[in-house]
């Protein structure tokens, strides 16, 4: 928090060049159980599990227990390669600093709204130049999306979807684009669930692979509600 005298400043409030003020820093102390988080651990490799409504990475001094925090407490050797959005649940990868990443593989599965009965090869170019929302160029890109229609429930689709890399909000962006917005997608769908209904349930990164146990009540991605 900072502070100008006994009054709070905001990051919006301007500081005059020769005013002074004082930064005052609480280093909060968090509390978890490592069980609940640590789904596999080598001297190269942390695999973590991101549940919804969790930040990957502090956004402010203020937010909770975030999975960066996690991955700091359990070794400073390790460093976070890959990163959920907010409501997104799944796998996360952190490897030892002095590893080098030869090869990268990730499944997704979500809900979205419509039937979908074929396979789509999206191989169209991602426009990240915005904070918020990103954009589907019409050129090719460099990283391609394989979605695969899975099961079908009344009008919605359960997809699972094949990448190399993840690009911020690529797979949101596309089956929007394609018409498939995913469920409680509030940015490129319609806010129609309590969450965003997309996770990550594979992680490969070189020699090194996990797979989500669906068994697990809480990891596992539900109908939506109205159903």
Known sequence: MVYSGAIKISRDIPVEEHQDFKIILENKTYHYNPMDYILYRSPEILFLYKPPFMHTERHTPEDDLCISDIVVYESYDYKL?????????????AVNKK???EQTFKRYRAWVNGYLNNEIIFDKKIDASK???????????????IIKPVDHIKNYTLI???????HRHQIRAATSYLGFPIVGDKLYGKAENIRLMLQCFY???NNYELHLDLVKPDVSITIPLQL
């Open 81 to 93: 390669i890959s990163r959920l959005d907010y409501e997104t649940d799944g796998i996360l990868a």
């Open 99 to 101: 590893i080098r990443i």
């Open 131 to 145: 904070k918020r929302k990103v954009s589907i160029l019409d050129e090719k890109g460099d990283n391609v999306l």
């Open 160 to 166: 699972e979807v094949e990448i190399n890399y993840a």
């Open 203 to 205: 992680t490969q990164v």
